[in-house]
């Protein structure tokens, strides 16, 4: 799992993609935005990062 770092910044920025176009469509309140990123931005993510 030496590549996790690497797969951990791309899912990032794929998140933080998908955010941007949530807030764009306007489909989520402001809240549940915020949730998400904080989601995205967690480190408790690192080891589910196979999984996505």
Do not use: F, T
Request: charged share 40%; net charge negative.
């Amino acid at each position: 799992m030496e590549n996790l770092p690497k797969y951990k910044e791309v899912y990032e920025k794929l998140g933080l993609v998908a955010l941007e176009i949530v807030e764009e469509k306007g489909n989520l309140s402001n809240e549940k935005i915020e949730e998400i990123y904080k989601i995205l931005r967690s480190d408790s993510n690192e080891e589910d990062c196979g999984n996505i």
